[in-house]
């Protein structure tokens, strides 16, 4: 079984930071990339970021030129740095797991609040 944790959701102003932090734990050997979801009231979860162990990342629209993901495989844990925040990332962002294609491992979520 795999487990993720993450942390580092809150409260910021509009145009803020934040940085969510993922850490996996137990059977992570068939984990072949890592992501951030987010899901806002009322609304489809959503992909907004997404790194395969093989170093590749990917964005979604919305998010580019904002946010970064980034991993440090000695901690087994994912990082989204999230810059110029704006009222529409208000959501509970979410840490997956994927193995081959499929997202089978999931966190507990975390909320963060973008106020204006």
């Known amino acids: 079984q795999v487990q993720l944790v993450e942390s580092g959701g809150g409260l910021v102003q509009a145009g803020g930071s934040l940085r969510l932090s993922c850490a996996a734990s137990?059977?992570?050997?068939?984990?072949?990339?890592m992501g951030w979801y987010r899901q806002a009231p009322g609304k489809q979860r959503e992909l907004v970021a997404a790194?395969?162990?093989?170093?590749?990342?990917n964005y979604a629209d919305s998010v580019k030129g904002r946010f970064t993901i980034s991993r440090d495989n000695a901690k087994n844990t994912v990082y989204l740095q999230m810059n110029s925040l704006k009222p529409e990332d208000t959501a509970v962002y979410y840490c997956?797991?994927?193995?081959?294609?499929?997202?089978?491992?999931w966190g507990q979520g975390t909320q963060v609040t973008v106020s204006t």
């Open positions: 137990g059977n992570i050997n068939n984990i072949n990339a």
């Open positions: 997956g797991g994927r193995t081959r294609l499929t997202w089978n491992y």
């Open positions: 790194i395969a162990f093989g170093g590749s990342a």
